[in-house]
């Protein structure tokens, strides 16, 4: 996968948070230009031949692309498509606030087959408590429309939903539902051991549980095979002795790169929160090639190909083999890196332990099923 970055027309206090710990991005160009769009085109073709790979997702987003306008859209995606045929078969999705989108928008996701990801937090009270725009404004109204053309003009859209603490995670799934959504993707919000002090002073030692346990009863005694949500599917198949198709669980390899507006090429955009600059990694689609991340250092190499090892203190418990330790982002702190176990460990293990007693899957039964299927599928 390739996820292709460019600029946002809100100034909500989630980017905020994402953002603080990086200035870098701030001098970057507002849009990408057709220049680093071909050297794009032309890094991800030379890795598709080198790696025999068939098939590609290309995603745009953040923040907010429907910036660079239909046009330069139509022409990057065009462009795309054409510069990678013969070569990998290309799949289109975009990340949007929604706000922007027309029929005219509609009609050209229709025209090139991308899929719509909306971040939206629940209703508008939970939206506009965090999603304002320059003014201060709230933007649900807007966004509400946006995905109410998508619908009338028959765009796939899924919601993005960054888990709001303190809210009820119910109404917020409910909502969400109402507006016609059938793919919700909830996120667990980016705070690292150095940050998190001050959420649990607020909001308790397992906000993120006390959001997700009652959503997750609620998916699963309505129908879970007609609303996916993507936590829920990959903690099931974990438990069920599968791999991860997720990067919040699991420590799969990410298996995707971002291409930044100036050309920078980077592993994971919210290493940003982290320190200052770690997110860059000084690579770039005009002098290098995306496999180099690779070489640039093990931890660099292990989350782009290998999966990173598993936090020392994650040993003892009974979800290290599912679990691994969580999101890499949230295992950070300035003083031991990554070889922590994710700032939300309390809430993943609540999470883990309540699918297990739904499944009635225990601990043994899911490493004898992920034995098997090893034996059957060598990973």
């Known amino acids: 996968m390739f996820k292709v970055a460019s600029r946002c027309n809100l100034n909500c206090s989630y980017c905020y948070v994402y953002n603080k710990g990086d200035e870098t991005w701030r001098d970057r160009p507002r849009f990408m230009s057709d220049d680093v769009v071909a050297a794009g085109i032309d890094r991800i073709r030379r890795w598709c031949e080198q790696a025999e790979q068939r098939r590609v997702q290309v995603t745009f987003h953040g ?10 859209f139509d022409r990057w995606c065009t462009a795309i498509r054409n510069g990678l045929a013969g070569t990998a078969d290309v799949r289109f999705n975009i ?3 929604a706000t922007l989108i027309d029929d ?14 909306v971040s939206i937090d629940g209703p508008a009270a939970v939206h506009d408590a965090q999603r304002v725009d320059i003014h201060g404004a709230g933007s649900h109204a807007r966004v509400v429309r946006g995905v ?66 009652p959503l997750f009863d609620e998916w699963w005694f309505d129908d879970p095979l007609r609303i996916r949500i993507p936590l829920f599917v990959a903690v099931t198949r974990l438990l069920l002795g599968g791999a991860s198709n997720i990067d919040m669980v699991g420590n799969e390899p990410f298996g995707f790169v971002f291409i930044e507006a100036d050309g920078a090429i980077e592993d994971l955009d919210s290493l940003r929160v982290c320190r200052n600059g770690m997110a860059g990694t000084g690579l770039n689609v ?25 936090p020392t203190a994650c040993a003892p418990c ?26 939300w460990c309390a809430d993943l293990l609540a ?7 739904r499944l009635d899957v225990d601990v043994e039964e899911t490493a004898v099923r992920r034995q098997a299927l090893e034996q059957m599928v060598p990973r």
Do not use: K
């Open 318 to 343: 009974p979800e290290h083999a599912t679990c691994r330790g969580g999101y890499l982002t949230h295992r950070y702190s300035a003083a031991t890196g990554f070889d922590n176990p994710s700032v």
């Open 104 to 117: 005219d928008w509609a009609e050209l996701f229709l025209a090139h087959g991308i899929e719509v990801g």
């Open 351 to 357: 999470l883990f332990t309540h699918a297990r007693e």
């Open 148 to 213: 109410e053309t998508l619908h009338a003009h028959g765009v796939w859209a899924g919601a993005l939903a960054v888990i709001q603490l303190g809210a009820d995670g119910v109404a917020v799934h409910r909502h969400l539902r109402s507006l016609g959504f059938r793919h919700v993707n909830y996120l667990l919000p980016d705070f690292t051991h150095d940050t998190i002090g001050p959420v649990r002073a607020q909001f308790g030692a397992t906000p993120v549980a006390d959001y997700l346990l």
């Open 95 to 97: 990340q949007t606030n």
């Open 286 to 310: 005009f002098t290098d090639e995306a496999s180099d991340i690779a070489t640039l250092s093990s931890v660099h190499r292990a989350a782009m190909f290998d999966g990173l090892a598993v």
């Open 63 to 72: 923040g907010e692309p429907l910036l660079a306008g239909r046009a330069r």
